[in-house]
């Protein structure tokens, strides 16, 4: 059976290229090639390119363990941790079950 390529999004490309950019000049600024953060992250050199390079289709798996070795684990909790639409709505949810049932409308 043939796989079928999924094809990030245009609006998605370049912030995920500019991660795999940022990626790389964080492991560059402490000296370590390619191939050595491969090693630590139990990957082969050219999963360590495509990852700075911004190609989707590298696991979150190798990202978080590139995180790991650069000491940089403490920015996954930054990831979609100000998600205002999800509070809003979370907040409108809570408004609504606050309601008396007189409020609501009755179906026979």
């Known amino acids: 059976m043939r796989s079928q390529t999924k094809t990030l999004p245009i609006r998605l490309r370049k912030p995920v290229s500019a991660l795999g950019k940022r990626l790389a000049d964080a492991r560059v600024a402490r000296r370590i090639s390619q191939s050595l953060m491969a090693e630590r992250c139990g990957v082969a050199r050219v999963t360590i390119s495509k990852l ?5 289709s590298v696991s979150m798996e190798t990202l978080f363990r ?43």
């Not at 700075?52 to 989707?56: F, I, S, V, W």
């Not at 205002?84 to 609501?104: F, I, N, T």
Request: charged share 30%; hydrophobic share 35%.
């Open 66 to 108: 590139y995180l790991g070795v650069l000491g940089l684990e403490g920015d996954i909790d930054l990831l979609a941790g100000n998600d205002k639409v999800g509070h809003e709505l979370a907040m409108a949810q809570l408004s609504r079950k606050g309601r008396k049932p007189a409020d609501r409308a009755v179906s026979r």
């Open 52 to 56: 700075e390079n911004g190609d989707p």
